[in-house]
């Protein structure tokens, strides 16, 4: 088991490193001259090359690479652009918090709603509570995730209006707390987050449990008497949910790619939305480091999920 | 069976990230047939009842397929929904712009041709934010633009950008993954890497990061290219590479998993045994066979991409103005979600139709195709 996650820690790395390099070589041929743009329209050919030597702009590609690389080591993520001499670390520790709570948020809801209602259906298969709930994942899985988010702000702003109500549809409250003003700014965009996802984990459910009602072991617990609920929660239930642990990890990768546009459209200031907000200022060095933190992200994502998968189901140590 | 998983994958995997907006459990099955038996026009056959009279004229497995294709209802009204998309994107414009009333403009006191207001660049500073009406069919936006004529140019945008994507994705899956297939070796080992790599991150911020950064040079350089530049076009050839980029290697992969199945078969053996060279066989007895699998998944994976082209061009990455995309649209209605709701709910109605059909249309081909896909 040790071997088998070593090596998947070893893949995983190699996907980090992959990223980095990806992204700072985007962001070396970025056709923009970026020290040009902070001079604004006092170009100086010194104080130029004095910003680009700052910067390490003038150096080899290689080794501006390599200097990336350790300082990304050292949890240094360089300097911004826009605002001159801001430490990348400070822009992104403002929207971090936030893009972690709202990932989390809605994490817990795909789990914690899709797949209940998956294993529901799966043993009411066939009944209505089943085609229901199956439609519903069906609609909302296809709808694409901007689309969740305009129809449920439309929604908002028509309750607002008709009710009287002031409930908000743009916006986060403050990271990490949960007054009624709070809840009120984060419910909708969680939701919308976690929807589509929820509506993934309950098809997956629905899925793996009816594989796992078929199965030779089932009908044995059924055949020596136990109780349904027996047979259900202890014998089905707990190995339907041994491919549902593989998805976790790859949920987090649909959260950061979702995150872009529930960022947008409810216009939450989070990691995200900084990514957006540099590109259109060409700020590099805050989007090169967005990106690696979010790759990160998915990448423990899906190391998490390899943990799990190996605690869960031991015939992984086989391997 | 062990072969064809290879010693790449440790563990099942149920779908790829970045393909979290595909239809409904689609990957999955997907997957599961490139593990399950190959699907060979014997066993096709075989499942059909034959009365004597059938057996007189044979059908060849392709024909049946479109045989089942044809019968199944839904299939077939969602290619229905898609030609009528199709053909309403490219000659709409031109015909929409001819049928119309010249227009007398109270601010200019000019008359204007239909062919001039009816245009997706056109503003009329005084004819903002109406409801659908005889001169405007879908109404105006918060810049007096028409609605329907910029709603049909950003279906011709999403079907060229799918089109461009289909093409490379199908062009670079089908030869690394019949190479890889076929071959094994150091393309195969290469391939799966790759794969691992994509499949660990999202394709979307790949994309941003590319158009975000690269884009904004974009129209300096392509600018001058009639249609690829023009209208603010210029970065979804971005776009376009990058959506391809991130999606061959799914493709290469079920493409692999068919030739590993295929190149053990008789015909195969029977081809080699008669002196065919590896270049024939591809060629002529390999490639053939896939096409089931690559028309299912490149349909599949059209959904996809019409809703990342969206997704991009509402963050603002894809389409510029003036040009128009169905994500340009909703991006610039959601100002005016309060009052004007027509403007944003109008073209995602739109999305979801196509997205919809493209989805169902998948699924019936891989129904058609592989009977035993099928509960």
Known sequence: ?319 | MEQNNGPKFSKPRFVQPGESMVPPGSPQELIVEEEAPALSAEVVDGKEVRTPNSQKKSQTPLQDSLRRLRKDFRAMFCLGVIAFYVLLAIFGPPIYRMAGPDYKSNMTNTVIPASVYRDFTHQEADRKHEGPSAQYWLGTDSIGRDLFARLMQGMLISIAVAAVVELIDIFLGVTVGVLAGYYGGWIDFVLARFTDVIFAFPGLLFIILLVGILGSKANDTLGNIPVIGANGNARLLFVSIGLALTVWPLMARYVRGQTLQLKEQQFVEAARTSGATDFTIIVRHLIPNLFSIVIIASTLNIANTIISEAGISLLGLGVQPPGSSIGLMISDATTFLENHPWEALMPSFVLVIIVLAFSFLGDGLRDAFDPRSKD
């Not at chain 1, 893009?99 to 709603?113: K, P, R, T, Y």
């Not at chain 1, 028509?158 to 009120?184: A, E, K, R």
């Not at chain 1, 509506?199 to 459910?205: E, I, K, N, S, V």
């Not at chain 1, 009816?210 to 059924?222: F, K, M, P, S």
Request: hydrophobic share 50%; with cysteine; charged share 15%.
């Open chain 1, 1 to 319: 088991m040790l071997k088998f996650l070593i090596k998947r820690f070893i893949g995983l790395l190699f996907v980090i490193l992959c990223v980095t390099f990806l992204t700072f070589i985007i962001g070396y041929y970025a056709p923009s001259n970026p020290i040009q743009i902070m001079m604004g329209d006092h170009p100086n050919k010194l104080l130029e090359a004095q910003l680009k030597h700052a910067y390490g702009l003038d150096l080899p590609p290689l080794q501006q690479y390599l200097n990336f690389l350790i300082r990304l080591l050292h949890f240094d993520l360089g300097t911004s652009f826009k605002t001159i001499g801001r430490p990348v670390n400070d822009i992104i520790g403002e929207g971090l918090p936030i893009s972690l709570e709202l990932g989390m948020w809605a994490l817990l809801i795909q789990i914690c709603i899709g797949v209940p209602v998956g294993i529901i259906s799966a043993i009411r298969a066939n009944s209505w509570t089943d085609t229901i709930s199956m439609g519903a994942a069906l609609i909302i899985y296809a709808l694409p995730a901007f689309i969740l988010g305009i129809l449920v702000q439309f929604l908002i702003i028509w309750l607002d209006n008709t009710f009287g109500w002031s409930w908000p549809n743009t916006q986060w409250g403050t990271p990490w707390q949960y007054t009624w003003t709070d809840i009120q700014y984060k419910l909708a965009p969680i939701l919308v987050y976690g929807a589509t996802g929820m509506a993934y984990f309950a098809r997956l459910a629905r899925t793996s449990m009816l594989e796992i009602l078929r199965q030779d072991y089932v009908r044995t617990a059924r055949a020596k008497g136990l109780y349904e609920r027996a047979v259900i929660y202890r014998h089905a239930f707990r190995n339907a949910l041994i491919p549902l642990i593989t998805i976790i990890g790859l949920s987090v990768g649909f959260l950061v790619a979702g995150a872009f546009f529930i960022e947008r459209i409810f216009s939450i200031p989070g990691i995200a939305g900084i990514t957006l907000d540099s590109i259109d200022n060409l700020d590099y060095p805050v989007v090169q480091a967005t990106t690696v933190v979010l790759a990160i992200g998915v990448v423990f994502g899906n190391l998490l999920s390899d943990i799990c998968y190996t605690l869960v189901d031991p015939r992984i140590k086989a391997e």
